[in-house]
């Protein structure tokens, strides 16, 4: 089991920018992918960005593409999210998880953060 705590959430205006961080502990992230999910309020929570570990496989949601931008540190065993031009419609928890092998968007992971929230004021 791999143990995920993820930062630098906050308030943000619209067109502003914010760096995620999910730092992880318990196990070498060598054969696990990792990836973002977000649950804004009274929605399902939802796939936005992920990346096998050692193959640095990166895939993005759509609505992401292009403003979000997924990066690892293995020394650190941390992932990152950057935010650039955040819409209101980014507000949410996101979450980090993790799972033993292939990238998948799908609610397929094993392990989960507590989450860290963001919101976009327009």
């Known amino acids: 089991q791999v143990q995920l705590v993820e930062s630098g959430g906050g308030l943000v205006q619209a067109g502003g920018s914010l760096r995620l961080s999910c730092a992880a502990s318990?196990?070498?992230?060598?054969?696990?992918?990792v990836a973002w999910f977000r649950q804004a309020p009274g929605k399902e929570r939802e796939f936005v960005s992920g990346?096998?570990?050692?193959?640095?496989?990166?895939y993005y949601a759509d609505s992401v593409k292009g403003r979000f931008t997924i990066s690892k540190d293995n020394a650190k065993n941390t992932m990152y999210l950057q935010m650039n031009s955040l819409k209101p419609e980014d507000t949410a928890v996101y979450y980090c998880?993790?799972?033993?092998?292939?990238?998948?968007?799908?609610?397929?992971?094993?392990?989960w953060g507590q989450g860290t929230k963001v919101t976009v004021s327009s």
């Open positions: 998880a993790a799972r033993v092998g292939s990238l998948v968007t799908g609610n397929l992971y094993g392990d």
């Open positions: 318990g196990r070498p992230l060598t054969r696990y992918s």
């Open positions: 990346i096998q570990w050692s193959a640095e496989t990166t």
